[in-house]
Nanobody, 126 residues
Framework: QVQLVESGGGLVQPGGSLRLSCAPIGFNWDRYAVGWFRQAPGKAREGVTCITTTGGDGITYYSDSVKGRFTLSSDSAKNFVSLQMTNLQFEDSATYHC?????????????????WGQGTQVTVSS
């Protein structure tokens, strides 16, 4: 079974931090870029960040809404990517989905998606 599995979501207070992880199951994602999208109820899906390769030395891109607060990295040896999120705000609350992408040259576009994970919930609340 081919899938992406996300983990690490949860409840955090404003200003807090969370780390999300994503790993592939049943396929090799070496030829893909990898990105994160988020979607809150009633809002459009937003491409948050992507990395050009999971094999090391990837270039990362971020949406303006998270730049300077989120950091995407890959661990080629352990075959996963991590999204470190700091200074979380109420507007960051959403379901976060990992996706493989055919390209990454700016904040990710869902038109470039191939694989899509089930998502992990991030809730920022006081």
């Amino acid at each position: 079974q081919v899938q992406l599995v996300e983990s690490g979501g949860g409840l955090v207070q404003p200003g807090g931090s969370l780390r999300l992880s994503c790993a592939p199951i049943g396929f090799n994602w070496d030829r893909y870029a990898v990105g994160w999208f988020r979607q809150a109820p009633g809002k459009a899906r937003e491409g948050v960040t992507c990395i050009t390769t999971t094999g090391g030395d990837g270039i990362t891109y971020y949406s303006d809404s998270v730049k300077g607060r989120f950091t995407l990295s890959s661990d080629s040896a352990k075959n996963f990517v991590s999204l470190q999120m700091t200074n979380l705000q109420f507007e960051d609350s959403a379901t976060y989905h990992c996706a493989t992408l055919r390209r990454c040259d700016g904040p990710p576009d869902d038109l470039d998606m191939d694989h899509w994970g089930q998502g992990t919930q991030v809730t920022v609340s006081s």
